[in-house]
């Protein structure tokens, strides 16, 4: 196994561990306030020390694991269920579908994505689901184009030329057929997206328009920090690192899943 | 060439008409009514009335979009809500502030992230390579505004070197205006310098395995010599255009960062309009914003032909 592949992995695993045991346990409630032992620097009983209200670090960072993976699942859900039928449509189609697919796609790129999403869970209201939507819409145009791109090709094999000869559908064909020749392209965009996902999400709840107090995420966490930041350094150190850590694991798990599914990439490393 | 040159232009003019049909009509859905914001909420119902007249807000949605793509082209963006003065002059002096931060975000990310990446690539499988490909892994994975908080906490608290935020502004000279714009500008760079050292990288080995760079070396011309006269011109055309695409990430990258080091930029302006609902001010901006994306993807898609004369040529 490539050390890439391995790192990643681990801390993907890790990152989704942490995220299902804080659902059942923390070592305190993340949101138990107690104000006596506030800014608190990292003892055994506080591994990662309390904020300015006294809450446990450790226990906001494992409960923001779990908000952050949720609010990136469903964001690659929709970008991925709305993107990949529409670009295997215009793949299948071309002609006049396929222009508007593609046109519509451009177009969506010029929108700075988060930009767009900061206006949309700004003025549609702040919160975890609205911030769900806005990164959801910009995974979109990214999964039409991965999966137009990459089906393209596919559609001229002759396999595929046969089955349509014999009568075959276009959506048994594309399901049953193209998908599976793409799927190890989509795999390794879906994890991209999810890195980038998790970033976004962090962005949008440091600027308070993430998931709303007193559920911690990480973004948040780091915007009180901030406040803090001459008498206790060390409360925007972990949050970060946290988020970090996950992306990286993302980031190295997509290079090591494509270096292993599409063997011509690896000549160029 | 021409014939290119015509159809992109159509195209750009297509693009920027549909951007701000998109950008009107989502602001017409989104919750929010002028009058009751300027007014507030206990202002009475025939003065509501007699303010959505004066703002023009009673005519038919396709008149006012007439209305105000016809401002925008002849520079007149409105007023603003909240703040009572016309658009066009808050925009100044914000603009003052972050187009020069994404400037300096892109010199310094392309003076760190190419020279990082033709390292490398030369020195492909060695220590080197290893170690600009691992710190650019991590460059990647940092959210650019925890990075300025890092460079705050770094070169502010640690060493005060440099102030944790604010702008002093121009009038006290260049030197004092760019130095309070250093630390975002960093934080802006060096994650986009990362992307920029990986695509340098993979392209520049794509073109040190060409026979040209391989007759170079034949005719006795020396490895580093091949490298740089013949590998890496080659190498950057496509890195012409990851450096358009990251400009609209630059853009986007200033809203927050912006807010981290709390400097009176468009992203400023852009939190206070949503949160004052100054809708008018938001729905210039984002179509401005998504305009010079627009606009500078076709410079770059001319770029491209320029640099590579076979793209102009239909297929």
Known sequence: ?269 | MSVFLLRRTLGLVASLIAASLIVFVVMQVLPGDPASIILGTSAQPDTLAAVRHQLGLDLPAWQRYFAWIGGMLTGDLGVSYTYQVPVAGLLGSRLAVSVPLALMAIVLSTAIGIPAGVLAAARRGRAADAATMGAAQIGLAIPNFWLGLLLILLFSVRLAWLPASGFVGWGQGAWPALRTLLLPALALALPEAAILARVTRSAVLETLGEDYVRMARAKGLSGRAALWRHAVPNALIPVVTILGLQLSFLIAGTVIIENVFTLPGLGRLVFQAIAGRDLIVVQDLVVLLAAAVIVVNFAVDLLYAALDPRLAKPA
């Open chain 1, 1 to 269: 196994m490539k050390p890439n592949l391995l790192i990643g992995a681990v801390l993907s695993a890790l990152m989704l561990g942490v995220a299902l045991l804080s659902l059942v346990w923390t070592p305190y409630p993340p949101t138990a306030i107690d104000i006596l032992h506030k800014l608190a620097a990292p003892t055994a009983a506080h591994p990662l020390g309390t904020d300015p209200f006294g809450r446990d670090v450790l226990s906001m960072i494992m409960t923001g694991a779990a908000n952050t993976l949720a609010v990136a699942v469903i964001a690659v859900v929709i970008g991925a269920g709305i993107g990949v039928p529409l670009g295997s449509l215009a793949a299948a189609r071309e002609g006049w579908i396929d222009d508007v697919v593609s046109r519509t796609t451009d177009l969506a790129f010029a929108f700075p994505a988060l930009l767009t999403a900061v206006m949309i869970t700004a003025l549609a209201g702040p919160g975890a689901v609205n911030a769900m939507i806005a990164i959801g819409i910009f995974n979109v145009p990214v999964f039409t184009r991965v999966a137009r791109g990459a089906s393209r090709a596919i559609w001229q094999r002759d396999f595929v030329v046969a089955a349509r000869a014999i009568g075959k559908r276009d959506v048994a064909i594309a399901v049953r057929d193209v998908l599976p020749n793409v799927a190890a392209v989509l795999l390794v965009q879906v994890t991209i997206q999810f890195a980038l996902a998790i970033i976004a999400d962090a962005g949008l709840s440091y600027v308070g328009l993430g998931t709303q107090p007193p559920y911690p995420s990480w973004g948040k966490m780091l915007n009180d920090a901030q406040t803090f930041i001459y008498r206790a350094p060390l409360l925007a150190i972990f949050p970060g690192a946290a988020i970090t850590l996950a992306v990286l694991g993302l980031n190295l798990l997509g290079d090591g899943l494509r270096d292993l599914l599409d063997p011509r990439l690896r000549l160029s490393r």
